[in-house]
């Protein structure tokens, strides 16, 4: 009984760990974002992504911090790798399609109807994992506002 209770408390404190290890890489982040060091606050929003692959916010202010610096084509392959190693976070699949939608405005229209189709298909992937509003309401807007196919 007593090894059970010890190996719960020992899981409690490593995921209180894991969880603070990517809030205070978020949070460096985020300093490095006010300081104007974007390269410091991708690598810090990487880390916490990768601590935590499904978190949205994580998520959301790494891409903004992508888009500030044009760094689209490290966005992409980064939720590439993350879920691939992670195939089950919904989340991250559709950080993964907005990491596509982010570059849509910097290309030309053949490249933007490309990139539009491939956000999609990971926006569905994220319904098909785990449906929530967020996943249908950004599919939907997707069907509305994509750029027009010839």
Known sequence: MNIKIGSLIGLL??????????????????????????????????????????????????????????????????????VAAHPKMSNAWINYGYAHVDKIPSEGSITQVLLANTALGYFTTSIDLKPSWLGYFTRGSSYVYWPAIF
Not at 30 to 52: C, I, N, P, R, W
Not at 64 to 76: C, F, G
């Open 13 to 82: 404190v490593l995921c209180t760990a894991v969880q603070a290890g990517a809030n205070d890489n978020f949070d460096a982040g985020m300093k490095a974002v006010g300081a104007k060091d974007y390269t410091s606050a991708l690598g810090k929003f990487e880390a916490a992504l990768l601590q935590e692959p499904d978190n949205l916010q994580f998520g959301n202010e790494y891409r903004q911090t992508v888009i500030k610096v044009e760094a689209y084509e490290r966005s992409i392959a980064f939720f590439e790798k993350l």
